[in-house]
């Protein structure tokens, strides 16, 4: 098992920046395919990115395709979500999640392990 813990949220301007990482604890991070999700009120979770066991492999939500980018520190233990030029549409709880697989997953049906959550507002 793995136990993950989001941090990093809170209230931006339109057009800024914010970082979120994610720590994982409980077993070797290295094994698992990371993602973050994020959901609104009265909506499914929705993928944003995720990132393979290695970090070569990085998908994207349209949506937020060059504004976002995941990375990972297999040292640390961390997954993080660099959001730049941030939309009052991004506005969210974020969620990152962690699979065991060699591929990729951008579904949330894929997922085994969530952390709580993190929320982010963006004014405008």
């Known amino acids: 098992q793995v136990q993950l813990a989001e941090s990093g949220g809170g209230l931006v301007q339109a057009g800024g920046s914010l970082r979120l990482p994610c720590a994982a604890s409980?077993?070797?991070?290295?094994?698992?395919?990371m993602g973050w999700f994020r959901q609104v009120p009265g909506k499914a979770r929705e993928f944003v990115a995720a990132?393979?066991?290695?970090?070569?492999?990085?998908p994207y939500a349209d949506s937020v395709q060059g504004r976002f980018t995941i990375s990972r520190d297999n040292a640390k233990n961390t997954v993080y979500l660099q959001m730049n030029s941030l939309k009052p549409e991004d506005t969210a709880v974020y969620y990152c999640?962690?699979?065991?697989?060699?591929?990729?997953?951008?579904?949330?049906?894929?997922?085994?392990?969530w952390g709580q959550g993190t929320q982010v507002t963006v004014s405008s």
């Open positions: 999640a962690a699979v065991p697989s060699i591929l990729v997953v951008t579904s949330p049906l894929g997922y085994d392990y």
């Open positions: 990132i393979s066991r290695s970090g070569g492999s990085t």
């Open positions: 409980g077993s070797t991070f290295s094994r698992y395919c």
